[in-house]
């Protein structure tokens, strides 16, 4: 089927026989494809690199080694203590020295539990896992639950090592814990996270400041080279004023080195003196706040004039970490200035690179910067820091747009600021690469905007990421931006503005299975598109509006829509999105049961789509023309159809395609008298599809499997396979293909024979029909009322 705006999109609908939702896998038959076909299973390594100048916390390391050694099961550790005490680099340090240990992989994640953003989302987290561990991209899903079983299931029976770091709660934390032996979850918190102990069986380990020797040892480490001579006394007394801290420590003995001439003496002195005007907004109170306070303060007064204001307009981006391109844009400099002050922020510990051209504050130093963004630079500068940075992240992701569809509207945009232009993009690939990079920063500057009072960039940007969100459906992150740029739109009292987001919503809702909301937000998109009338843009809707009412199987009002949304395109003479639609309402023509109405404009969809290279809508068409013949009773010609689509599928590496459009070369080879390859071509769709977390096309294997085994005479296999598919059905609430796997079940059972269940099977198909009017429904409705036994009176 098409998508929304005319992407054919795998994940959308079912085959032309089978109009199906994507949930999650639950148990159930397991057909797994035979080992040439399942690539070996990705191995990540996640884990960042350790910290240059740790100090060998040796009492920390050999006690994690022994909870490690003792803890049996599904295992978790748990690191505790204040801000800025080392946690994550004692954690990192002792995860690269265990990692041979756990031979699959190792799996990282920064829940920043403690950033002035909302903390990371574990639907978010999980994404990123299970992309990692090698699911396709169609296996994410707007459900979060869903999500954490299909992570379970690819961690078992693998030996992982995984690293939640910056937890702000147990809630946050136990969807990302194994389920299984072989694992460990590691999670460092400023919290004791008692849930964990008592529910997951987590042991703990709390880091306390180091020792006097080890916060000599580590400021001995970073003075080395540059001041020798300081009397071991004096570094100890250094040592204590940062509270034995390492974050702390750190700070100040960089400080140090970097004036090797002056007494540090003199040098403790001006600590001494430094201000405590902010409040740690995370840090505990008593000695470590005070101490974070100080050395902040000092060190922060002996930056450069041009670096101290480059670190306080740092402490205003949206998100936890940036690249230089952004930083520049936020300062208002060009990119060489600014990664001249970034080295100073990073030699003097005030920042972190990450990455060759990525940086990141820590918490404490970020609510630092922006503390001092307040003290001072004045309101209209922190705003005018903010607006640079958002202008440049929705340039850049409208150059995105251009890349990965270009086909999609485009939003007139508000001017772009000083600094860095958005940079170029090569190809579409690169282009997501920049996505992906910045993809939490992108829902952070949405919701930036919306509430620093930029509502125009708030919803320009939402509008724009929508056309990548088509791409991969984020659903979290789609629903997040859409419904803030939303709200966002109607303050800025732009109506068309609010169209775009309720159509984007539409889509959002649609294919994460909301489609009562679905539907409220596709009308509404519609009134406004007609209000303001807007004649491309009522066609699209008309379009997603079709597609949505395709799904629910209002066949009717399906045709109604996509037949306006066509005349529209052909008004326009819009010859890339009418071939689209023309596909579209062909699949509606074949599930009405009017297979003779679809074949010319399939053909000619194909056609489009071949001079265009749009090889997914051409193959999606082959398969749609391939339902249409072998609803003609054309089946050798169908075969050929659904044999080509798969290869397209096969070409283009599309692993849900494949699967979908394997179900009709299932069909196909099933009428043209091949029920073994029928029956090779379910088992692959299934095992696909159990990979992809599709439940609902996995039971259409199920189904089309079972009567591929009953065509060989296997009929007790072939009731099995319908009843566990119609189970599946039932609990998705498909009423439909429900009814459909029923109505096999009962020839199987026929065969067996079991008549008393034949018949059960029979009647409860005929109760949910009953809310069916379409004729492809009232044929199946009137075959079995023939086969209905006597005493069974149909509804």
């Given at each position: 089927m098409t998508g929304p705006h005319g992407n054919v999109d795998s994940s959308f609908s079912g085959t032309a026989r089978e109009v199906v939702q994507a949930r999650d896998v639950r148990g159930g038959i397991h057909f797994h494809a035979p080992a040439a076909d399942r690539a070996a299973p990705p191995v990540p390594r996640q884990l960042p690199a350790a910290g240059r100048g740790f100090v060998d916390r040796c009492a920390e390391r050999a006690e994690l080694d022994r909870l490690l050694d003792d803890t049996a099961g599904a295992r978790v550790l748990l690191v505790t203590g204040t801000a800025g005490v080392g946690k994550t680099s004692l954690v990192l340090h002792w995860s690269h020295t265990v990692r041979d240990r756990f031979p699959d992989?190792?799996?990282?994640?920064?829940?920043?539990?403690?950033?002035?953003?909302?903390?990371?989302?574990?639907?978010?987290?999980?994404?990123?896992?299970?992309?990692?561990?090698?699911?396709?991209?169609?296996?994410?899903?707007?459900?979060?639950?869903?999500?954490?079983?299909?992570?379970?299931?690819?961690?078992?029976?693998?030996?992982?090592?995984?690293?939640?770091?910056?937890?702000?709660?147990?809630?946050?934390?136990?969807?990302?814990?194994?389920?299984?032996?072989?694992?460990?979850?590691?999670v460092t918190s400023r919290h004791r996270l008692p849930g964990l102990a008592i529910r997951e069986g987590a042991r703990r380990l709390t880091l306390d400041v180091l020792d006097r020797d080890g916060s000599v040892a580590l400021v001995q480490g970073v003075v080395s080279g540059y001041r020798d001579g300081d009397d071991p006394a004096q570094v100890a007394e250094l040592a204590s004023l940062c509270a034995h801290l390492?974050?702390?420590?750190?700070?100040?003995?960089?400080?140090?080195?970097?004036?090797?001439?002056?007494?540090?003496?003199?040098?403790?002195?001006?600590?001494?003196?430094?201000?405590?005007?902010?409040?740690?907004?995370?840090?505990?109170?008593?000695?470590?706040?005070?101490?974070?306070?100080?050395?902040?303060?000092?060190?922060?007064?002996?930056?450069?004039?041009?670096?101290?204001?480059?670190?306080?307009?740092?402490?205003?981006?949206?998100g936890a970490d940036f690249s230089d391109t952004a930083a520049a844009a936020l300062a208002g400099v060009d990119a060489r200035t600014a990664r001249r002050l970034l080295d100073v922020l990073v030699a003097a510990h005030m920042a972190e690179q990450t990455a060759s051209d990525r940086?990141?504050?820590?918490?404490?130093?970020?609510?630092?910067?922006?503390?001092?963004?307040?003290?001072?630079?004045?309101?209209?500068?922190?705003?005018?820091?903010?607006?640079?940075?958002?202008?440049?992240?929705?340039?850049?992701?409208?150059?995105?747009?251009?890349?990965?569809?270009?086909?999609?509207?485009?939003?007139?945009?508000?001017?772009?600021g000083a600094g860095p232009p958005a940079p170029p993009f090569a190809d579409a690939a690169q282009a997501m690469r920049w996505y992906e990079a910045e993809r939490d920063n992108l829902v952070a500057a949405v919701r930036a905007a919306a509430s620093g009072g930029l509502d125009r960039i708030a919803w320009q940007l939402a509008v724009v990421l929508r056309a990548v969100y088509m791409t991969n459906n984020p659903f979290r992150d789609w629903l997040t931006t859409s419904l803030t740029g939303l709200e966002a739109a109607r303050r800025d009292g732009d109506r068309g503005a609010q169209a775009e987001l309720h159509e984007s919503l539409g889509m959002a809702y649609a294919q994460s299975q909301d489609l009562t909301a679905a539907a409220e937000h596709y009308e509404s998109a519609l009134a406004l598109r007609r209000e303001l009338r807007d004649t491309f843009g009522e066609a699209l809707t008309l379009n997603g509006l079709g597609l949505l009412e395709l799904r629910r199987?209002?066949?009717?009002?399906?045709?109604?829509?996509?037949?306006?949304?066509?005349?529209?395109?052909?008004?326009?003479?819009?010859?890339?999105?009418?071939p689209r639609v023309a596909v579209n309402l062909a699949e509606v023509e074949l599930e009405l049961g009017h297979p003779g109405?679809?074949?010319?404009?399939?053909?000619?969809?194909?056609?489009?789509?071949?001079?265009?290279?749009?090889?997914?809508?051409?193959?999606?068409?082959?398969?749609?023309?391939?339902?249409?013949?072998?609803?003609?009773?054309?089946?050798?010609?169908?075969?050929?159809?659904?044999?080509?689509?798969?290869?397209?599928?096969?070409e283009i590496r599309s692993a849900a395609t494949e699967a979908h459009?394997?179900?009709?070369?299932?069909?196909?080879?099933?009428?043209?008298?091949?029920?073994?390859?029928?029956?090779?071509?379910?088992?692959?769709?299934?095992?696909?599809?159990?990979?992809?977390?599709?439940?609902?096309?996995?039971?259409?294997?199920?189904?089309?499997?079972?009567?591929?085994?009953?065509?060989?005479?296997?009929?007790a296999e072939a009731a099995d396979c319908h009843r566990r598919a119609a189970e599946t059905f039932r609990d998705l609430r498909l009423p439909w293909e429900t009814a459909r796997t029923l109505a096999h079940l009962g020839l199987a059972l026929d065969r067996l024979p079991a008549p008393r269940e034949a018949a059960d099977a029979r009647v409860r198909a005929l109760r949910l029909l009953t809310e069916f009017t379409d004729p492809r429904a009232l044929r199946l409705r009137d075959s079995l009322v023939g086969h209905s036994p006597p005493g069974h009176t149909p509804p």
């Open positions: 992989g190792q799996l990282y994640a920064d829940l920043h539990g403690y950033d002035p953003q909302a903390p990371a989302a574990y639907e978010r987290v999980l994404e990123g896992f299970l992309l990692a561990l090698g699911a396709p991209g169609d296996a994410i899903h707007a459900d979060g639950e869903y999500m954490a079983a299909a992570f379970r299931s690819r961690l078992a029976g693998r030996r992982l090592l995984l690293v939640l770091d910056n937890a702000a709660g147990v809630a946050q934390v136990r969807p990302l814990l194994p389920g299984t032996p072989g694992c460990l979850a590691v390492p974050l702390a420590l750190r700070i100040a003995a960089e400080r140090a080195a970097g004036r090797p001439l002056m007494r540090l003496a003199d040098l403790i002195g001006e600590l001494r003196d430094a201000s405590g005007r902010w409040e740690a907004l995370s840090a505990d109170g008593g000695e470590e706040s005070e101490a974070v306070r100080s050395v902040f303060t000092w060190s922060y007064r002996a930056l450069p004039q041009d670096a101290a204001r480059f670190f306080r307009l740092l402490g205003l981006h949206p940086f990141r504050l820590h918490d404490l130093l970020r609510a630092y910067a922006a503390d001092q963004a307040g003290l001072q630079e004045a309101p209209q500068e922190r705003e005018e820091a903010l607006r640079r940075v958002l202008t440049w992240y929705l340039h850049t992701a409208d150059a995105v747009q251009a890349r990965v569809a270009p086909q999609e509207p485009r939003v007139a945009l508000v001017p772009a199987r209002n066949l009717d009002r399906a045709r109604t829509a996509l037949e306006g949304g066509r005349a529209l395109f052909a008004a326009l003479d819009d010859r890339f999105w009418e109405n679809t074949a010319g404009p399939l053909r000619r969809g194909i056609e489009a789509f071949r001079a265009r290279g749009d090889r997914r809508a051409e193959g999606n068409a082959l398969r749609l023309l391939a339902a249409a013949e072998l609803d003609s009773g054309h089946a050798d010609a169908a075969l050929a159809h659904a044999e080509e689509a798969v290869a397209i599928a096969t459009w394997l179900l009709t070369l299932g069909d196909a080879q099933r009428a043209t008298g091949q029920p073994a390859r029928a029956q090779d071509s379910y088992r692959r769709a299934a095992a696909i599809q159990e990979d992809l977390g599709d439940r609902a096309r996995q039971a259409a294997a199920w189904d089309g499997l079972g009567q591929a085994c009953l065509q060989l005479g296997r009929a």
